[in-house]
């Protein structure tokens, strides 16, 4: 089984999806982590060097070489879907899922964090509230083509949820 994991930036998807392979006992992959790791080279740096399009080919690659693996969990970029044909890509080789959350919910939890996003950088409050309110309409399209949906709004309940679902048995 592969099971990869959709949504905004912001939306839980590397937590959910490393609590989900620790206890499915499946490799865990960070896209973002993969394509750092093969470039030698941040995602802010690979932005800043080559721009957006030469990233998002790197992504599309690195997302290919995911969809061969057997019995993983991936956690995609928040762009990884809404780009080329990814999400028929990974519909058809994966099981996605969608963590679904609130404007709101992403705001407070963008604010908070810690890890360097190039689409974010040096926005106030106001205006990130503005880009994710935009962006994720723009976006949802892609996002809701995932085969399940989970309300990320309540991640400890979602990943919960989640455990129990691919944990169950076959009937
Ligand atoms: C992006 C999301 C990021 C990363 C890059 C672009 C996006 O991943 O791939 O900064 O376009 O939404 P996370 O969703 O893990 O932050």
Redesign the pocket.
Known sequence: MRLFLVG??GSG??TTGRKLARHLNYEFYDL?RLIEQQQEQT?PAIFEEVGETAFRRL?QQVLHQLLGHENVVV?T???TPCFFDNIQKINAAATSIYLQASVHYLHYRLLQAK?P???LRNKTSTELLAYIESKLSQRRIFYEQAHLTVDANRLKHARIELLKFFTRPAS
């Open positions: 905004f930036m998807k590397t973002d995602i992504e956690a970029g928040g762009g890890k996003r190039p689409l």
